[in-house]
Every structure is written in structure tokens, then in C-alpha cells.
């Protein structure tokens, strides 16, 4: 029985409603991990106020929806390589949906924090497979700019948070923007009837009816002339025998794997730090409050436009440009941001450092699915997630901490650029990973 490349398949299509239909759905869960994690800025000045937190307990309480985030990407993310990306993804939403809405109810610091928790761990559990079934489904010509147009929903998310900060909470209350983020739990049955498995799942579980269904769908000029087998690449299969943690070690990955980490790490440091502390650092640098909360918006529309330029970026010039450009630019941009500049300068500072952080965080997920083979490759990018969520419990914490040492305005900002210099030197040291497929030149076929 002949057999065909499912990968080649999939990577010659044209953009058709599936492709669409997948990528709104992975963009709408990524727009409420945007929403519910970046919200925390917004309301910490009033928790702080109303349960008479210290900056250290603030920093705490803001770093438990991240240590969730590191268990949800292991405990949760990883599985979706036994259980599929479909199963991991829909539970993950349903669990960090009701979680987010229960924040509204919390009563007090305990209460709160387990909501941000379990937030957390459904987040990190979901994002690392959103990315993977994207890059798995997605034409070659086209898969980076996919994947961060996605991604790019993380600062929609964010955005809306910030205006939900400056027009809910004055009107109705710090809990009110919580009853927005549980507003995703009305999309789990539109979710579960239309949210495809991937092919590759599906092809290292033998699935051969179901594959050659999907594969109408992702390519309908796929023309079939009698029964074939779909295969995977040998590429695809390198590290077959290897568990899938030591397969993140092999074939000459250990180098690459640490830093990647390391990178992803020291991205996500700077994004939710930021998020977490710049309305009260820009607070108690003499800003009015308000406005403080306008610069996260600020912060957050760049994100959006960073995270699409990063985009085009990583097609035009692969990922390891893309991320040393973004990193410097982001300890550059936020170093400055010390100086008080004026109005104008300020408000492009905060575009550039949004877009260049958010647009590295966008960035390092693809470059981690593009290290992986299919059947490690949700289990990499989720082991990357779940060590670079050290970064992201270390940003909020290391913001109350600053707060609590009383620097001078300029240092706190100096402190949280220097992760981006390390970042630069990280992403070098990542290997460079040949593509599984190039469009346009079919492989030859390998049978299993």
C-alpha cells in the first residue's frame, strides 16, 4: 500500500476555513490568557488598599496565578502528547474560565490566591498546546505569521483588561472585571463541536480513517487514488524509543534546550513583572493612578502591534534574528523608561517596550515548536513554558521586592531591563533547527 507525507500535505495547503476556524478559536482562549492574567495590574493598587497588603504580599499574591501557570504547563500541558492536544485544550479552558470568574467572589487573600492559582494553571496548561496545534495544522508559507497572530490575542486580552481597569472598577468595583473572564465558559460547546485533533496526535496513534478526514478539511486539493497509508516524516520520528523528557536532551539539544529555557525564563520575567507593577511603580514615581493605568493600555496596544511584526519577522528572518533584535530592543526601552521622559517619548517607550517584550514571548513559543519533533513537541513546548514560568513567578515577586527596598525611580526600571540582556546571549546559544518541511519540495515518502 503506498504511502503519503501527511506533513507535505498539510504544509502545501491554502489558507481555507479550516485554517480560519482554527485560528480564531486558539486566538479567542488566547485573548481571555491575555485578559485574566494581565487584570492583576489593574486591581492590585485597590486589593492592596482594601486587605492592607504589603508590597511584598502583593508581589506573592500576584506570582500565585504564575506558579500555577509552571504546574499547569507540567502537570497538564505535557499530557496532551498521551491524551491529545483536543482533550488538554478543552479541559484547560473550562478549568481556568471557572477559575477566573470564582475571583470574583474571593473574600480575602487565601481565597483570591487560589483562584489565581488554579487562573494559572489552566493557562499554562492550554497555551503550550494552542501553539503546537497550530504549528502542526498550519501551511509552511505561512505557519510563523499564524502562530503570532495568535499570540498577538494575549495583548488584545491584555488591552481590554486595562480599559476594564479604568471604566469598571471606579464604577462597579475591583471584582467586576472578573465576571468578564468567565464570560469564556459560554464558548466551551461551540469549542467542543468544532476544535480538530491534530494529524500528527493522530498519526502516532494510527488513526488512518480519521487523518485522512482532517486532511480533506486542512487541504481540500488532497486527491486521493486508492487506499494509502499517511505517514510522518522520518525527522518526525527521530527520537522514537527516547521518554519524552530525555528526548528533550537529544540529538545535540542539551545546549539549546537549557538556554531556550533560560530565554523563555527571562521574556516572561519582564512581561509580568511589568504588567503586574508598572501602574504602582509609575504611581509612586508621581504619577496620578489613572494615568498610570493608561500606560499598562499603552503598554498593551503595543503588544499587540509588536507581536504581529514579530511575526512577518520570524518568517522573513527566522526566529533567532527575530528574538535578539526584540530582546534588545526591550532592555533598551525599558531602561529608558527611568528617565522621566515627557509625555510623547513616554508613551512610545511603553509602545516599544509592550511590543518588543509581548513580541518575544510570541517569538520563543515558536522557536521552541520548531526544536521538537511531533511526538515530544507538546511536551517541549510545555516543559520550555513551565521553566519559563520561574521568570513569570519572579516578576511580580521581584517588583514587590524592589517597591519594598524604596530605589530611586530610575533603578527599579534599570533592574527589570537587565533580563533582556540575558535573553540576547540565551537565544544565541539556541542551535539552529532545520525545517521538517520546505514548500515546494516534497520529501521522499518513508513508511512507518
Known sequence: MPSINASEVVNSARLNRFHYLLVFWCSFIMLFDGYDLVIYGSVLPHVMSQWS??????????????VGMMFGAVTLGTQ???????????????????????????????????????????????????????????????????????????????????VAGVYLI????????????????????????TLPESVAYLLHRNRQAEVAAILHRVNPEHRLAGDVTYVLARSELSDAGQTSISAL????????????WLGFGMCMLMVYGLNTWLPKLMSNGGYPLGSSIV?????????????????????????????????????????LLGIRPDTTTLYALLLVAGGSTVGCLSVVHTLAAD??????????VSMAAA??????????????????????????????????????????????????????????QQSL
Open 249 to 260: 536532551f537529544g540529538n545535540g539539544r542539551t545546549l539549546s534546550t537549557l538556554m531556550l
Open 295 to 335: 500606560f499598562l493600555v499603552v503598554m498593551n496596544v503595543g503588544s499587540l502591534i509588536g507581536t504581529l511584526i514579530s511575526g512577518v519577522m520570524a518568517d522573513r528572518w527566522g526566529c533567532k534574528k527575530t528574538l535578539v533584535l526584540f530582546f534588545a530592543l526591550a532592555a533598551a526601552s525599558i531602561s
Open 371 to 380: 526544536l521538537y519533533p511531533t511526538q515530544v513537541r507538546s511536551t517541549g
Open 170 to 193: 471606579p464604577v462597579f468595583g475591583w471584582h467586576s472585571p472578573f465576571y468578564i473572564a468567565g464570560l469564556s465558559l459560554l464558548a466551551l460547546p461551540l469549542l467542543y463541536k
Open 53 to 66: 497588603l504589603s508590597p511584598g504580599e502583593a508581589g506573592a499574591l500576584g506570582a500565585s496565578s504564575m
Open 80 to 162: 496532551a502528547d498521551r491524551f491529545g492536544r483536543r482533550r488538554v485544550i478543552l479541559f484547560c479552558v473550562a478549568l481556568f474560565s471557572v477559575a477566573a470568574l470564582a475571583n470574583a467572589f474571593a473574600t480575602g487573600p487565601t481565597s483570591f490566591s487560589i483562584c489565581r492559582f488554579l487562573t494559572g494553571a489552566g493557562l499554562g496548561g492550554v497555551v503550550p498546546n494552542l501553539v503546537t496545534i497550530l504549528k502542526e495544522m498550519s501551511p509552511g508559507s505561512c505557519r510563523n505569521r499564524l502562530i503570532n497572530l495568535m499570540l498577538s490575542f494575549f495583548a488584545v486580552g491584555g488591552l481590554l483588561s486595562g
Open 387 to 444: 521553566v519559563g514560568r520561574c521568570g513569570a513567578v519572579a516578576g511580580p515577586l521581584l517588583g514587590g521586592f524592589l517597591l519594598s527596598l524604596s530605589l530611586p525611580f530610575e533603578h527599579n526600571f534599570v533592574i527589570f531591563a537587565v533580563p533582556g540582556v540575558i535573553a540576547v546571549f540565551a537565544v544565541l546559544l539556541v542551535a539552529h533547527q532545520r525545517s521538517e518541511q520546505r514548500v515546494g519540495h516534497p520529501k521522499p
